[in-house]
């Protein structure tokens, strides 16, 4: 695809990817990171070496006029008692963004998704909505 030859993914970041995604369906909390674009190489990578364990810290990492790739894996406990481990993609895309990183992160979603293997993109448009991601997962199995 076109996507594949705009956007790269370093051998470190995948190697990351791959890694986040195996520890955390062993995890039994919230795991999410940040991911971002250069604006200059268009490479997609880690925007810190953080990972995040809770919604509040996460929420208070997102910046506020920029948009951002976020990959979460929640832990949910079902009525049935059974444990799911939702893995999704957020595409953190504030109203604030200007039409250019609108486009530029647009175009890099699928790649980010298909790269990231998570089972599906939520899209949000302010930190506020992290707050019902859990509902929002738990009313999807």
């Known amino acids: 695809s076109s996507e594949a030859r705009l956007y790269t993914f370093s051998p470190e970041t995948k190697e990351k990817l791959g890694k986040f ?3 955390s369906a062993k995890a039994k909390s919230i795991q999410a990171v940040i991911y971002q674009i250069d604006r200059t190489t268009l490479e997609v990578a880690q925007a810190d070496d953080e990972v995040y364990t809770d919604m509040q810290t996460l ?5 506020g006029h920029s948009p951002r790739y ?12 059974r ?8 595409y953190y895309l504030p109203v604030t963004c200007n039409a250019e990183l609108r486009m530029l992160y647009a175009g890099a979603k699928e790649l980010m998704r298909t790269t990231a293997e998570a089972q599906r993109v939520i899209e949000m448009q302010d ?15």
Do not use: F, M, N
């Open 21 to 23: 995604r195996l520890g």
């Open 83 to 90: 444990l799911s481990l939702p893995y999704v993609l957020i």
């Open 127 to 141: 930190t506020e909505d992290l707050e019902t991601i859990e509902e929002k997962l738990r009313g999807e199995l």
């Open 59 to 63: 929420a208070d990492a997102l910046p």
């Open 70 to 81: 976020v990959l979460l894996s929640c832990p949910l406990i079902l009525d049935s008692g």
